[in-house]
């Protein structure tokens, strides 16, 4: 959520950025915004004088009776008239109370659909293919004829799809014997990454309520990636850690001493892929179900970027130590995601498709996270607290690791050759074919 005051006193920045982003709809809707913050301003000012209205016709009554009593009049005459214009007045309030719940929840809603702000050092792009390459790792693998990992996992005998798409339906997959302790042994590799480098691992929830969704910015625009869970109360299941692990600090005020925070944690991921259609289907890169080590920051504004550098240095050493060939990028303007101001994608190489693909997104959120879940900080005892800065990243998507590992680290005999640093982890040096 952006900052109310910029719609206020700097509409047209908003306007700048969507145009950025090649978001032109939501361009008339900063008018919108803007229209109904000032309604609601108005109402409740005029609510305000109703109040103090209301107020002095109570305090008069006692002062109307005594006059009319003074004057020999009527006190029982002119307390039901006193009386009665308090009461309409009164009336007033509360219709003046209601009309502004109202329009205050309508602003909430409008403002919950407009995405951060971008960084000033993003690149100007449409989408992807504007994206700019920061740097490379690695060299591209010498294979006569890569095979691609879905080929290689099922003449391997350690992934089967058609048994999954039977059990599960499309974008399900059962990993078998080697390919199930592959995967394994790369999720507590990683692991042992981030917590040797210091982070703090939590193991969260998997059903979330839809507030936290709101706290991290998947609802309300994106409820059609989330698999909804039945009940009495609107939770979903988790489409990232990100979402349990930044709103761990939801509605609290942290002591400015205590940051930067930094969390990493293993969990399943659930996505609908509702707008997917066509992309990536083939294989296991991208599922309905999949699991992630997620990386996520809590920290200062002046400690963000260099967060940022330090958390997409850390995906980097993952694939650097399995020696996987990779490189990095900087998401252009209308590449970049509606809760991130700016983005590092690392893409690994796929020789079977000779091609660079996303494993992991390193984003940082600024404000925009922290102030939807209300995370703050305290500069200093005493102070007034201030609005954190949230950062997330993959580190890595384990399904694309193992993707990548099978693709790059295949041999000419059809056997997978293992990482050495992985070797102990998964107890071989290589998956063999079947005899």
């Given at each position: 959520?952006?900052?109310?005051?910029?719609?206020?006193?700097?509409?047209?920045?908003?306007?700048?950025?969507?145009?950025?982003?090649?978001?032109?709809?939501?361009?008339?809707?900063?008018?919108?915004?803007?229209?109904?913050?000032?309604?609601?301003?108005?109402?409740?000012?005029?609510?305000?004088?109703?109040?103090?209205?209301?107020?002095?016709?109570?305090?008069?009554?006692?002062?109307?009776?005594?006059?009319?009593?003074?004057?020999?009049?009527?006190?029982?005459?002119?307390?039901?008239?006193?009386?009665?214009?308090?009461?309409?007045?009164?009336?007033?309030?509360?219709?003046?109370?209601?009309?502004?719940?109202?329009?205050?929840?309508?602003?909430?809603?409008?403002?919950?659909?407009?995405?951060?702000?971008?960084?000033?050092?993003?690149?100007?792009?449409?989408?992807?293919?504007?994206?700019?390459?920061?740097?490379?790792?690695?060299?591209?693998?010498?294979?006569?004829?890569?095979?691609?990992?879905?080929?290689?996992?099922?003449?391997?005998?350690?992934?089967?799809f058609k048994r999954a798409a039977k059990v599960s339906g499309s974008r399900f997959t059962f990993?078998?014997?080697?390919?199930?302790?592959?995967?394994?042994?790369?999720?507590?590799?990683?692991?042992?990454?981030?917590?040797?480098?210091?982070?703090?691992?939590?193991?969260?929830?998997?059903?979330?309520?839809?507030?936290?969704?709101?706290?991290?910015?998947?609802?309300?625009?994106?409820?059609?990636?989330?698999?909804?869970?039945?009940?009495?109360?609107?939770?979903?299941?988790?489409?990232?850690?990100?979402?349990?692990?930044?709103?761990?600090?939801?509605?609290?005020?942290?002591?400015?001493?205590?940051?930067?925070?930094?969390?990493?944690?293993?969990?399943?991921?659930?996505?609908?892929?509702?707008?997917?259609?066509?992309?990536?289907?083939?294989?296991?890169?991208?599922?309905?179900?999949?699991?992630?080590?997620?990386?996520?920051?809590?920290?200062?504004?002046?400690?963000?970027?260099?967060?940022?550098?330090?958390?997409?240095?850390?995906?980097?050493?993952?694939?650097?130590k399995l020696g996987l060939h990779h490189r990095v990028v900087v998401l252009c303007s209308g590449?970049?995601?509606?809760?991130?101001?700016?983005?590092?994608?690392?893409?690994?190489?796929?020789?079977?498709?000779?091609?660079?693909?996303?494993?992991?997104?390193?984003?940082?959120?600024?404000?925009?996270?922290?102030?939807?879940?209300?995370?703050?900080?305290?500069?200093?005892?005493?102070?007034?607290?201030?609005?954190?800065?949230?950062?997330?990243?993959?580190?890595?998507?384990?399904?694309?690791?193992?993707?990548?590992?099978?693709?790059?680290?295949?041999?000419?005999?059809?056997?997978?050759?293992?990482?050495?640093?992985?070797?102990?982890?998964?107890?071989?040096?290589?998956?063999?074919?079947?005899?």
């Amino acid at each position: 959520m952006l900052d109310r005051k910029i719609f206020r006193e700097d509409p047209d920045r908003v306007r700048t950025d969507l145009r950025r982003r090649r978001d032109e709809e939501r361009v008339a809707q900063v008018d919108a915004l803007v229209e109904l913050d000032a309604e609601l301003r108005r109402t409740q000012a005029e609510r305000d004088e109703l109040r103090q209205q209301a107020n002095a016709a109570s305090k008069a009554i006692g002062v109307a009776i005594q006059e009319a009593k003074k004057s020999g009049g009527d006190p029982q005459a002119v307390a039901a008239q006193a009386k009665a214009e308090a009461q309409a007045l009164g009336e007033r309030v509360s219709e003046a109370d209601k009309q502004l719940r109202q329009l205050d929840e309508r602003r909430e809603d409008l403002e919950l659909r407009f995405p951060n702000l971008l960084g000033a050092d993003v690149p100007d792009g449409a989408d992807e293919s504007e994206n700019e390459v920061l740097r490379s790792w690695g060299e591209a693998p010498a294979i006569a004829e890569p095979r691609a990992h879905d080929e290689l996992g099922e003449a391997l005998g350690i992934i089967d799809f058609k048994r999954a798409a039977k059990v599960s339906g499309s974008r399900f997959t059962f990993l078998r014997g080697a390919g199930a302790r592959l995967e394994h042994a790369l999720v507590r590799f990683m692991r042992d990454i981030h917590e040797e480098a210091g982070d703090v691992e939590l193991l969260p929830p998997y059903i979330v309520l839809a507030e936290s969704l709101k706290g991290t910015g998947q609802l309300p625009k994106f409820a059609d990636d989330l698999f909804r869970v039945s009940g009495d109360a609107e939770r979903y299941l988790i489409p990232t850690a990100e979402v349990p692990v930044t709103n761990y600090h939801a509605d609290e005020v942290l002591d400015a001493a205590e940051l930067p925070l930094r969390y990493f944690s293993y969990s399943p991921c659930f996505r609908s892929e509702a707008g997917s259609h066509g992309r990536d289907v083939r294989g296991y890169i991208r599922q309905h179900h999949f699991h992630k080590v997620e990386m996520v920051r809590v920290c200062t504004p002046e400690q963000s970027e260099e967060e940022h550098q330090l958390m997409t240095e850390r995906a980097e050493l993952v694939l650097q130590k399995l020696g996987l060939h990779h490189r990095v990028v900087v998401l252009c303007s209308g590449d970049t995601g509606e809760a991130a101001a700016k983005t590092h994608d690392i893409e690994v190489w796929l020789p079977s498709q000779e091609a660079f693909r996303e494993i992991s997104s390193c984003s940082n959120c600024t404000d925009y996270q922290a102030r939807r879940a209300k995370i703050r900080y305290r500069p200093e005892p005493g102070a007034k607290p201030r609005t954190c800065h949230t950062l997330n990243g993959s580190g890595l998507a384990v399904g694309r690791t193992l993707v990548a590992l099978l693709e790059q680290c295949q041999q000419a005999d059809g056997s997978v050759a293992i990482p050495e640093v992985l070797q102990p982890y998964f107890g071989a040096e290589s998956i063999q074919p079947a005899s």
